[in-house]
């Protein structure tokens, strides 16, 4: 038996056949479980597929839909631009489509957020033509199976990899291979302890034979990851409404709606006199004076790590630059929760509904 074939065998007796985008396997809803597949685990991303696809169960919905929507349905999970891309990528096959998802590599490659391994993806799971992926689940198990060295984000690591990816692609059951490939990289062959007694095709396991299977892939070279700092202001009028502002469409968190940053509140002249509460005492603390700090909380990013501080303050007024400006915005904590936030400021928004019940 082929490669092909002793994986096909195993899957059909191991492998995942409940996958939420697997029971109803259609274009759209195989589309929209890889982009969330890119770089998250399938556990995490069920959670979050059920919810997005009864809100929005077909491309015509999400295209119609706003933005804003779409992103607070994806709050959490990460890597916004993944959400910004299918809205997008959702307009442009209903204008140039007729609403239909391609089944053609390079025609959902035309689309945003849709690279080679995502379009393959789509054409083998939705159409089941053989396309030949390549995702990180399978950059690992194709640099153990063949003994490739090197980090496999450099291109002649990469290359390679497509090879061999390609050499074992079979011509039938294109939709059941991928799935199976797939499930054999995230069940057995982990990064860390490689179950290689029950996979199906370790007899021929280069990596396994010379005792390398936890030295393959190679790692990506260490690098330092730069620290920054910067404080977001928790800003309330006597409404007990929060102040948020919508992020810039590209850079971190782009397009979510955020707790502005102190350098932003000073620019945009939100902590003069004329827009600080007077004569009274609101939010547990004296008027006209900074609340408690709040404690920090550090995130991670891909190229460095952030760390949050935080003020509050009460409002009277929004400043003249601001005030018809609808990227800033007040909210109660309700309607906060239901639009789009970055991860840490979901968390400290929830923290307020919390003591404030």
Known sequence: MDFSDRLLHWWGQHGRHDLPWQILR????????????QQTRAETVCRYFQRFVERFPD????????LDEVLALWSGLGYYARARNLHAAAIIVVDQHGGKMPGRIEALEALPGIGRSTAAAIVAQAFDR???????????????????????GRGPVQRLLWVQADARTPDERAADYTQAVMDL?????????????????????AARADRRQHELPSPRP??????????FVIARNRQAEVLLVR????GIWGGLWCLPERSLMDERSLMDERCLMKGSKRLDGPANE???VLPSIR??????????????????????????DQDWRWMTLDQAARSGLPQPIRTVLEGLEASRA
Request: aromatic content about 6%; charged content about 25%.
């Open 185 to 205: 990289g995230a069940m057995l062959c982990r990064p860390r302890k490689p179950a290689c007694e029950q996979c199906p095709v370790a007899g021929d396991c």
């Open 299 to 324: 995130h991670a990013f891909t190229h460095f790590r952030l760390e949050l501080q935080f003020e509050q303050l009460c409002l009277e007024q929004l400043s003249d630059a601001v005030a018809d």
């Open 290 to 292: 900074v609340l408690p």
């Open 247 to 250: 992020r810039p469409p590209s």
């Open 26 to 37: 259609t274009p759209y809803r195989v589309w929209v479980s890889e982009i969330m597949l």
């Open 59 to 66: 491309i015509q919905t999400l295209a119609g839909a706003e």
């Open 222 to 231: 260490r690098r330092h990851l730069p620290e920054r700092s910067e404080t």
């Open 130 to 152: 053989r396309a030949t992926i390549l995702d990180g689940n399978v950059k690992r198990l194709m640099a153990r199976h063949a003994g490739i060295d090197g980090w496999p």
